[in-house]
């Protein structure tokens, strides 16, 4: 079946630090992948995603590259803020908006 | 600026009660749908309408009910609860015409069913 697998969090970073959110997922055929960030107090929101393979989503100085090979999306930023502190959730797409989310990593920065 | 809005945000019920949990858009959105939130498993999904009059269940629809007798409203009914009922539960949205996997969630629902 489909599913997606995320790294076990909190990830706690230091401001500017570089971070790194493995996700990989497992499917049927070539679905599309997106990264979902919560913020504290909020609902999910699409940070950005990728359609195919080798794409590269990005937003906010985050990125993610659709990596068929090793069936991965791993969510990367050169430079965290304290403001980047929340759940980041990786998704694949089995249907009409249908999304399968992973369980979320949560992600704290301290200045 | 309303977006996706969930009533209540957070619920106490005792086993074998019933409710509804509110969900209405403003975006004019054809696609709503309900997903729970638990510790360790993510996201799953309840139910789901691609229109008005039309709903469908998803991956877990055991002990849910929904209607869809508007555009902007998608009211998620326990009709009695259970403990193992005990999550967050988000509202979703999106326009019909593409499949582009962007959702736009509500703040969530937080029940606890004793």
């Known amino acids: 079946g489909n599913s997606v697998t995320q790294m076990e969090g909190p990830v706690t970073l230091s401001e500017e630090a570089f971070l790194t959110i493995n996700c990989t997922y497992t499917a049927t055929g070539y679905p599309s992948l997106f990264w979902y960030v919560q913020y504290p107090g909020e609902g999910l929101q699409l940070l950005l995603k990728a359609t195919k393979a080798d794409d590269k989503g990005s937003n906010k100085g985050f990125e993610a590259t659709y990596r068929k090979e090793t069936t991965s999306f791993h969510l990367e930023k050169g430079s965290v803020q304290v403001s980047d502190s929340a759940v980041y959730f990786c998704a694949l797409r089995t249907g009409f908006q249908k999304l399968v989310f992973g369980t979320g990593t949560r992600l704290l920065v301290s200045p | 600026n309303a977006g996706v809005t969930q009533t209540p945000k957070f619920q106490v019920l005792k086993t074998g009660q019933s409710m509804t949990l509110q969900c209405a858009q403003d975006?004019?959105?054809?696609?709503m749908s309900w997903y729970r939130q638990d510790p360790g498993m993510g996201l799953r999904l309840i139910h789901y309408?691609?229109?008005?009059?039309?709903?469908d269940q998803g991956e877990v629809p055991n002990g849910y009910n929904v209607s869809r007798s508007t555009t902007e409203d998608f009211p998620l009914r326990l009709l009695s609860a259970a403990p193992s009922q005990t999550s967050v539960y988000f509202c979703?949205?999106?326009?019909?015409?593409?499949?582009?996997?962007?959702?736009?969630f509500g703040e969530g629902s937080r029940l606890t069913v004793l």
């Open positions: 975006m004019n959105h054809e696609y």
């Open positions: 979703a949205s999106s326009m019909t015409g593409t499949n582009t996997g962007e959702l736009f």
């Open positions: 309408s691609v229109g008005a009059g039309i709903t």
